[in-house]
């Protein structure tokens, strides 16, 4: 991994234990890289139609 850091709220970070507790993600890091995925998928698969050119202008998709 890069070593980035992400600086969240108190509350968001609470929620996001939540979600790894209660979703069985082993750390932080495993849950927002599984996020993003899925955010990325739905956005393919959904045909936002917007968001995936700009996704392709970007190069994160082809």
Known sequence: MFGKKV???KEVFEKAE???E???Y???EELIN???EKE???I??????EAIEKLKGLGYIS
């Open 7 to 9: 600086k969240l709220s």
């Open 44 to 49: 393919k698969d959904g045909g936002d139609e």
């Open 40 to 42: 990325f998928q739905e």
């Open 18 to 20: 939540a979600l790894m």
């Open 22 to 24: 209660i979703r069985g």
């Open 34 to 36: 599984h996020l993003i």
């Open 26 to 28: 082993s750390s932080m």
